[in-house]
């Protein structure tokens, strides 16, 4: 049986209706027959069965024992920090989401978390930089917004070495491209607002556990928090989940006729994509995925804000925007939008220049995508082109 056959049919029919649609229970408590005595649930916090159906669903989608679904991606890697105590050290990847960083940064280090950043694309610097204070290693990858990749297998090896857990963020690959558990991983997060949702219309973030003891503690800290995923948004990730496959082959597709189009472009300096084979980590991602998803970054020759602000702001199709993943193609900006909460000499750092532009490839026809990003990348050639006109004249 093949993995979006399963999918499919993972979603249960309701047994007491036989709906085909997960029903949205919509409710905040449940009767009891007796003090302590219930059907499974008794608290909307605690519990929901549009809620677990889901957590099913996804726990099964990434080869894992359980999974906790919250109200929104960082309140998922949230809960993951809070499996650590004061002294504990994170060994995080260098080029990582502006949210997990500020999070990470203003949040757990004055509760006496340490946080070390390093390129994770070489397996050395995790093993020179692991400390016997390392409890967490956090992978992105492919990463946010550069599209580096990790050898996860690689890594999950080093941290079992080490008593550390391993836990990757598979945001930008989704389980219908990889699955790092099976690779070795420990833990895996997703911002389901971007592919497992789908459709650009819900805040969520998944926790998904390789074993159930390790499961058990997410959901305590998801009980204890509260930071829980509402009924009718657990509907509209299933919903978005039974359609994963179909667009995620179809953003890939797109995806690499872009990014293949964009390494032609004379306003272009260096293209961010897995399915190139010139990224320099192309041999990794086809080992540990099976398609390379729909985001890509560029860089411009014109390494400036203002050039970069040229382009996001003359595109049709693509719209100007924070999040991905959707059917709809997005572009940002990660230097003024999603990484504006990172130091700019670290953000340069880690590979996000000024120029950088992130494309979140849609599901619209790939022709017309193209001819979108090209006139904006054209008229900032002419731009470009009259400004040095312009300069060559004050200068006679």
């Keep these: 049986?093949?993995?979006?056959?399963?999918?499919?049919?993972?979603?249960?029919?309701?047994?007491?209706?036989?709906?085909?649609?997960?029903?949205?229970?919509?409710?905040?408590?449940?009767?009891?027959?007796?003090?302590?005595?219930?059907?499974?649930?008794?608290?909307?916090?605690?519990?929901?069965?549009?809620?677990?159906?889901?957590?099913?669903?996804?726990?099964?989608?990434?080869?894992?024992?359980?999974?906790?679904?919250?109200?929104?991606?960082?309140?998922?890697?949230?809960?993951?920090?809070?499996?650590?105590?004061?002294?504990?050290?994170?060994?995080?990847?260098?080029?990582?989401y502006g949210g997990a960083f500020r999070l990470f940064t203003h949040i757990y280090a004055k509760f006496g978390i340490t946080v070390n950043y390093v390129d994770t694309t070489q397996v050395v610097n995790v093993i020179d930089a692991i400390t016997p204070c390392t409890k967490l290693i956090w992978l992105e990858t492919p990463t946010n917004p550069t599209l580096k990749i990790s050898d996860i297998e690689a890594i999950a090896r080093i941290a079992k070495q080490h008593g550390a857990l391993l836990c990757v963020d598979n945001t930008f690959a989704s389980p219908a491209l990889q699955q790092p558990i099976k690779l070795g991983a420990d833990l895996v997060v997703h911002s389901a607002t971007k592919y497992l949702g789908g459709h650009s219309d819900l805040i969520a973030g998944i926790v998904v556990a390789k074993t159930e003891e390790l499961g058990a503690r997410i959901k305590f800290i998801q009980n204890a928090s509260g930071a829980i995923l509402s009924p009718h948004d657990s509907w509209l990730v299933i919903r978005g989940v039974e359609t994963l496959y179909l667009r995620v082959k179809e953003h890939s597709r797109n995806a690499q006729l872009v990014a293949e189009y964009l390494l032609t472009h004379p306003a272009v300096d260096m293209v961010y994509y897995p399915g190139l084979k010139t990224h320099p980590n192309h041999d990794i991602a086809a080992k540990q995925q099976s398609g390379f998803a729909g985001i890509i970054s560029f860089n411009l020759k014109e390494d400036t804000l203002e050039a970069a602000k040229e382009v996001v702001c003359r595109t049709a199709f693509f719209k100007l925007a924070e999040s991905l993943g959707g059917v709809k193609s997005l572009l940002c900006h990660p230097a003024t939008m999603t990484h504006k909460s990172i130091p700019s000499d670290t953000r340069r750092a880690a590979g996000v220049s000024d120029s950088l532009i992130r494309l979140s490839v849609g599901l619209e026809d790939a022709g017309d995508l193209i001819s979108d990003i090209a006139q904006a990348l054209d008229q900032l050639a002419g731009v470009l082109s009259r400004q040095v006109e312009t300069e060559a004249v004050v200068q006679l």
């Design 1 to 96: 049986m093949s993995n979006a056959t399963k999918l499919i049919h993972s979603i249960p029919v309701d047994p007491l209706t036989g709906s085909i649609s997960v029903p949205i229970y919509q409710t905040s408590t449940f009767v009891q027959e007796a003090p302590g005595e219930n059907k499974g649930y008794d608290y909307a916090r605690s519990n929901n069965p549009t809620r677990a159906a889901l957590e099913d669903i996804i726990a099964q989608l990434e080869g894992g024992q359980a999974a906790s679904a919250f109200a929104s991606g960082l309140a998922a890697i949230d809960a993951v920090v809070k499996l650590l105590q004061s002294g504990d050290e994170i060994l995080a990847v260098d080029d990582i």
